[in-house]
């Protein structure tokens, strides 16, 4: 079965850091590209980052420009977002989910296979 799991969200304050981590298993994320992908309460799921499988990635997200970073360990078969400077707005539930070898751009659509997801909250 594929199964994607995420992992490393929690409750932080506004200026902090947080890494997620996106497991696999059932399948190797050496032949896929990553996206990460969020979803504040009453919006739409966003795209915010993608890593293709060379390890080069792109960015969706104006917002998290300079403070969110991507990243993958194949050999540990896991994928990373490390978040910075995180702020409010950044309130939501991340996702990671898989695609074919190059990212697809920000529309959730394009991605076959999701995680749960994991809840961020950056508050005082």
């Known amino acids: 079965q594929l199964q994607l799991v995420e992992s490393g969200g929690g409750l932080v304050q506004p200026g902090g850091s947080l890494r997620l981590s996106c497991a696999a298993s059932?399948?190797?994320?050496?032949?896929?590209?990553i996206g990460w992908f969020r979803q504040a309460p009453g919006k739409e799921r966003e795209g915010v980052l993608c890593i293709n499988i060379s390890g080069g990635s792109t960015n969706y997200l104006d917002s998290v420009k300079g403070r969110f970073t991507i990243s993958r360990d194949d050999a540990k078969n896991t994928m990373y977002l490390q978040m910075n400077s995180l702020k409010p707005e950044d309130t939501a539930v991340y996702y990671c989910a898989a695609t074919g070898l190059n990212c697809k751009g920000p529309s959730r659509s394009k991605y076959d296979y999701w995680g749960q997801g994991t809840q961020v909250t950056v508050s005082s």
């Open positions: 059932g399948f190797s994320l050496r032949y896929y590209a």
